[in-house]
């Protein structure tokens, strides 16, 4: 399935959309945990005893914290509790496991607003208002690769292995990956990693450019952290700014960027002129 269509919006301060009231019911049946400190909220996977699988509660959970952020927050971080990120898809959901079972495939429209909404719970990873980093660690299989995939920032323990399953599973990966992985690797090694479903060691995905840094496994919570800190330092109306031409300089031509940086620095100028004139 593709990524929602990136908007365009007028230059705009840090702020995101308004935050809706969260369930925490829906977080506990997802096996989700959110912690917000000010600007930094942390999106723990937590179903260690199943390596966090994850189920339709956890995608639509997800989503949920997506609409709840409130509008101070600027980095989010993704982890995963116990011994890995995530094994991907809870197998036992081809079973009809936790009461709900997959689309049928045979109404088209249904089954499109099915998929759809599981996938917000990755799209909003990409809003420009904040910045977000999968602190990744053990398995990132399947639906945890494509979360992984979703975040601007990708840390890597030295343990962690990447796959994407879905296809060795009879399925397609449909949770937004495909497009940032073929931007990634190119389309001929994207062939190969989902074709083969072979599993992608941290060195590995290193070189490939699938994830930033790389640090030894006892190291990442201290890594984590140290780029949090260098995140925030930024100033913030800049970082939106910046993130929001980064993400359209794939889509744009050469004179579209260009219209696009003039745009956004002027923004840019008028706060910091009214900044001062304060």
Known sequence: MADAELRRPEPATAAGPPAEPLDPARLAEGGLRLEVDGAVATVTLARPERRNAMTFATWRGLAAIGRSLPPEVRVVVLRGDGPSFSAGIDLSMFSG??????????DDEAGDRFIAELQEGYTWLRRPEIVTVAAVHGHAIGGGFQLALACDIRIAADD???????????LVPDLTGTKPLVEIVGVNRAL???LTARTVDAAEAARLGLVERVVPAGGLDEAVAALTAELLAVNAGAAVATKRLLLEAPQNTLDEQRAAERREQ?????????????
Not at 97 to 104: H, K, N, R, T, V
Not at 162 to 170: D, H, I, S, T
Not at 266 to 278: C, D, F, P, Q, T
Request: charged share 25%; net charge neutral; hydrophobic share 30%.
């Open 192 to 194: 190969e990693l989902c």
């Open 97 to 106: 496991g936790g009461g709900e079972g997959f689309p049928s495939g045979e």
């Open 160 to 170: 962690t292995r990447f796959c994407m399953k879905e296809p060795a599973l009879g």
């Open 266 to 278: 002027l923004g840019r100028l008028r706060e910091l002129s009214a900044a001062l004139r304060g």
